[in-house]
């Protein structure tokens, strides 16, 4: 038990019970592949604790369901990282004239309030659009190519968390994209959301910047090929003509899946969405 040996192992070997050494090879045979390491079970795993100094929550359906996709797409899709820099200054000045630009109600409130993530989600479709061959799907007897830059978004929820996809995002304005995902996050924590809603889709957008994370890579969410994690932003110093000066900077992050797309195309693609991310007036042209 635990990895020691008790007496009655000893008593076993002793009268010939025990473990028998493993039968030679035969010349010419293939070695057998070695066996995966099993997890531990439930019982093993609490032994290592002093009953008492926890308190087990057992995993309802939805933490379940995100267990066992998380892990077939670790276990079955090849994944590759790509990661580039983006400044963001001139996307936080067009945000910044946009929400300025918003008509207000009697009560004051803005009709729009952007995010840096609506930003994200138009610059992740108009980048499917840019290079199509990454807007696809694997399957085992061939590429879905989409038609439409469909993008999920990954909505944290308690007890995990869900993707809501918005549709044809390279055709939607940023208000219209910022009020979805507004009504998809309202929605989505009280659960309920349709299931057409959280279905499909080519790729993703997890973003951790407002936790203050600097940089991640985030798995990808089966059936899509791609998912981008979005950083948070930060001044730093920067050499731009040979001088020192400020910038705000932002990192993203592309999981792709190798089956479907390749390095030098997932490369493509990332560097489109660093183009839109970099000059936002290009989404509205």
Known sequence: PHGRVVARDIEAARGGKGLKPAAAATPGAPAAAPMPALAPSDEAIKALYPEGSYDFVPHDQMRRIIAQRLQVAKQTIPHFYLTVTCTIDGLLAAREAVNASAPKDKDGKP????????????????????????????????????????????????????TPVIRSADTKSLSVISAEMKDFATRARSRRLKPEEYQGGATAVSNLGMYGIEE????INPPHATILAVGAGAQVPVVKDGAITVATQMKITLSTDHRAVDGALGAEFLGAIKRFIENPVMMVV
Do not use: R, Y
Request: hydrophobic share 60%; no cysteine.
């Open 111 to 162: 009709a729009w309030k952007l995010s840096v993530n609506d930003f994200v989600i138009k610059a992740l479709a108009m980048g499917l659009k840019t290079v199509p061959d990454a807007n696809v799907t694997w399957t085992e007897a061939g590429l879905l190519k989409h038609k439409s830059a469909n993008v999920a978004v990954a909505v944290a929820i308690p007890g995990g968390l869900i």
């Open 216 to 219: 991640f890579a985030a798995v």
